[in-house]
């Protein structure tokens, strides 16, 4: 038992512990026992150890036998729990038995889990087979319900279409029935089904009969416009505009229909706007003054000298075709409304003629424009303004083709033209081009007439007769002062509204003016009254046109120059006059200084 437990210590803690008396008899090796113990001179163990070496031996000894009495102890303890032991190992046993059925029942439940999963996954591909079949029935069913509610015409809206009254109710009737006409219309497979063929009829049917109830229903609108005194603005924005989609369903749906509607209008309207624009014409013919008319002029002479000559009463009377003055403010009034005939009538009061084609073309921009917006928004085309307008245009172009053949007054004529285009800017500013036509066209027969006319007062100062015109005295002729603020009042207006085409015109009347002036002036006997005669008329030019304004600088500085040039002249024939002996010594000495110096030279 002993040598058992020295062999356990032995193993347990080496020979460390192992004090045989044998041992010391040994030879043990201290080669390296020095560098051993410098390197662990720091283990307060060994220092221990080593410092009490005796009493460590002893204390070894007790261990060893108290290790020995434990060990026998614990076996006796393990003898004694045998029987415990025993049935342990029994218990675990059982153990093992209970566990092991348990695993059969567990791979049976094992075996039944996997039939069931097979089982699930067979379900979960029947739920998505039909899930797809679902959502492909629910689908068919929304396109065949969309389908069905596309084409088939409710009672309500087949008894709204064919009794109703045409109103803001039967519009939205009329909307359900395009959206039906168009679903019809456009997939070719849908027109193609045979489910189409029962309901197409039906829906034809109501078609043909909300064309002929929309058609009869405006025409009855535009019938009641051709009743006169009608104010057919009030028609278009109160009724017609209501019916906007009216007109939209017949260019969509029936477009014979709707071509015979907008014939209808383009006829009622043209022969409506046609007789008021007449009767306008007429009613203003009466208010004109008649300024520079044939009767005006000495038998087939057309001469503007012909209303001079008759004497400055008469001139007076017929100022207005040289002298622009308050003529001018119709510039300033063009947005002003035009006449109103029955009142200016009753006042018996005359306008000159520009005056009359400011209210005429103020009335048909007016007109224009109304009509021009109201048919783009009713009808969307703009080709049918042209032809409500043909009327119109056609009764302007009857009135001026006889009022401007007719017409010699140069100022009215540009007035006129100063008017067109301003009446071009307000449209300009409108945004609406419906009129650029005409006012190109009424331009185009303007300027010609006026270059005529103008040219007639060119000719007239080139062929009349200077001594008819003489007047005793060197004051201003009155037929100078009448051709210069004729010229200032051209100068005004091309400044206000020219384009250039006036330029070159204006210094051809100021070379007939001079021509003028100087055959007048050779009327007199003597060169001095000659010069003062033209120094009075070129002081009378000038002050006429610096009251033009800077407009007329270029003018002004050309009368100034003559005046100057006479005025030399003028001097000289005084001098001359008194001091004839001294003005030959003074000149022939100034002739021989100058001979002298170019010789030195």
Same mark, same amino acid.
């Given at each position: ?13 080496? *020979?460390?512990? /192992? ?15 020095? #560098? ?26 007790? @261990? ?6 434990? #060990? ?27 566990? *092991? ?16 999963? /097979? ?32 084409? @088939? ?5 087949? %008894?709204?279409?064919? %009794? ?110 046609? &007789? ?5 014409? +007429? ?12 009767? !005006? ?5 057309? /001469?503007?000298? !012909? ?25 300033? +009034?063009?947005? $002003? ?12 009061? &005359? ?7 400011? /209210?005429? $073309? ?14 783009? *928004?009713?009808?969307? #085309? ?109 100068? $005004? ?31 007199? &006997?003597?060169?001095?009254? $000659? ?32 005046? #100057? ?37």
């Amino acid at each position: 038992m002993a040598g058992t437990h020295k062999k356990r210590m032995e193993d347990r803690f080496g *020979s460390f512990f /192992s004090f045989d008396e044998d041992s010391e008899s040994e030879d043990i090796s201290l080669d390296e026992l020095e #560098e051993e113990l410098k390197e662990h001179k720091n283990c307060d163990v060994l220092v221990t150890i080593l410092t009490n070496g005796e009493k460590q031996r002893g204390m070894a000894t007790l @261990v060893e036998g108290d290790l020995g009495h434990t #060990e026998e102890a614990l076996i006796q303890d393990y003898i004694e729990d045998n029987d415990s032991l025993v049935l342990l190992h029994d218990q675990i046993h059982d153990c093992d038995v209970i566990l *092991s059925q348990i695993g059969l029942i567990l791979s049976g439940f094992q075996t039944h889990i996997c039939s069931i999963s /097979s089982e699930i996954r067979s379900l979960q591909e029947k739920s998505w087979d039909i899930s797809l079949k679902l959502k492909n029935r629910k689908l068919v069913e929304t396109k065949l319900a969309g389908f069905v509610e596309e084409i @088939v015409a409710p009672p309500g809206l087949v %008894n709204i279409l064919v %009794n109703g009254e045409v109103n803001e109710g039967y519009a939205r009737s009329l909307e359900i029935l395009s959206r039906k006409l168009k679903f019809v219309q456009v997939d070719p497979l849908i027109n193609a089904s045979k489910a189409l063929n029962d309901i197409k009829q039906e829906l034809e049917r109501l078609r043909q009969k909300a064309l002929s109830k929309i058609s009869s229903h405006i025409m009855e609108i535009f019938f009641a416009m051709r009743n006169p005194g009608t104010n057919i603005q009030i028609l278009q924005q109160n009724l017609l505009q209501k019916h906007r989609y009216l007109v939209l369903f017949l260019k969509e749906h029936g477009s014979e229909t709707y071509g015979d509607l907008c014939a209808s209008y383009v006829d009622t309207m043209n022969k409506v706007l046609s &007789t008021y624009f007449h009767v306008y014409v +007429e009613a203003l013919e009466k208010l004109k003054l008649e300024i520079g008319v044939p009767s !005006d002029f000495n038998g087939h002479d057309t /001469s503007i000298i !012909d209303i001079i000559i008759r004497g400055r009463e008469h001139l007076r009377n017929h100022g207005f075709m040289f002298s622009l003055g308050e003529r001018a403010n119709i510039l300033k +009034e063009i947005h $002003q409304p035009g006449l109103v005939p029955h009142i200016s009538q009753g006042n018996s009061r &005359t306008y000159p003629y520009e005056v009359i084609f400011r /209210s005429l $073309q103020k009335l048909l921009m007016d007109t224009a424009s109304s009509e021009y917006l109201f048919m783009e *928004s009713f009808f969307g #085309e703009e080709s049918l303004f042209y032809q409500v307008f043909e009327g119109p245009f056609a009764v302007i172009d009857q009135h001026l083709d006889i009022t401007l053949p007719n017409c010699h007054d140069a100022v009215c004529l540009m007035l006129i033209i100063c008017i067109t285009r301003k009446h071009q800017l307000v449209m300009c500013n409108r945004q609406l081009s419906c009129l650029d036509n005409y006012f190109d066209k009424a331009l185009m027969y303007l300027w010609p007439r006026f270059k005529v006319v103008f040219d007639m007062y060119i000719q007239s100062l080139y062929q009349c007769d200077a001594k008819t015109l003489w007047i005793d005295g060197t004051h201003p002729h009155h037929i100078a002062r009448c051709y210069v603020e004729f010229t200032a009042s051209l100068v $005004q207006l091309n400044a206000e509204c020219g384009d250039g085409q006036l330029d070159m015109n204006l210094e051809r009347l100021q070379s007939a003016i001079e021509f003028l002036l100087v055959r007048l002036a050779q009327t007199f &006997t003597t060169t001095k009254l $000659q010069h003062l005669f033209l120094l009075n008329n070129y002081d009378m030019a000038i002050s006429v046109l610096k009251e033009t304004g800077d407009e007329a600088k270029k003018l002004q500085k050309y009368f100034e120059e003559k005046l #100057e040039s006479n005025m030399m002249a003028f001097v000289d024939d005084l001098l001359m006059e008194h001091f004839s002996d001294l003005l030959r010594f003074v000149r022939s000495h100034v002739c021989k200084l100058q001979k002298t110096t170019c010789q030195l030279l």
